[in-house]
């Protein structure tokens, strides 16, 4: 079990910045695959970004350039910088870790946070 913690949402005008956090229970950034997600109301959850176990990251055009993901192995916390946040970004984001080559099911789609809130608008 991997239990996540997300911390950092809120209400931020739009262009601003926000850093969301996720503190792992135990590490396991060198061997599972982080990412974050979020789900806007009546709409599906979507990745916003994801770094492997050995550090690459990618990122959906819609969030390039804007979002950063990045990790703190001394401090199990998977991070996200976000900047010139828009309205459209406006949703729960979730921490996610899995392991996408495991054969167990489970461990494929992987733990999630509870989600922090993010709200963009003026």
């Known amino acids: 079990q991997v239990q996540l913690v997300e911390s950092g949402g809120g209400l931020v005008q739009p262009g601003g910045s926000l850093r969301l956090s996720c503190v792992v229970s135990?590490?396991?950034?060198?061997?599972?695959?982080m990412g974050w997600y979020r789900q806007a109301p009546g709409k599906q959850r979507e990745s916003v970004a994801f770094?492997?176990?050995?550090?690459?990251?990618n990122y959906p055009d819609s969030v390039k350039g804007r979002f950063t993901i990045s990790r703190d192995n001394a401090k199990n916390t998977l991070y996200l910088q976000m900047t010139s946040l828009k309205p459209e970004d406006t949703a729960v984001y979730y921490c996610n870790a899995r392991l996408p080559t495991s054969t167990d099911a489970t461990l494929r789609s992987g733990y999630w946070g509870q989600g922090t809130q993010v709200t963009v608008s003026s």
């Open positions: 770094i492997t176990s050995s550090g690459i990251t």
């Open positions: 135990r590490n396991i950034f060198s061997i599972w695959r």
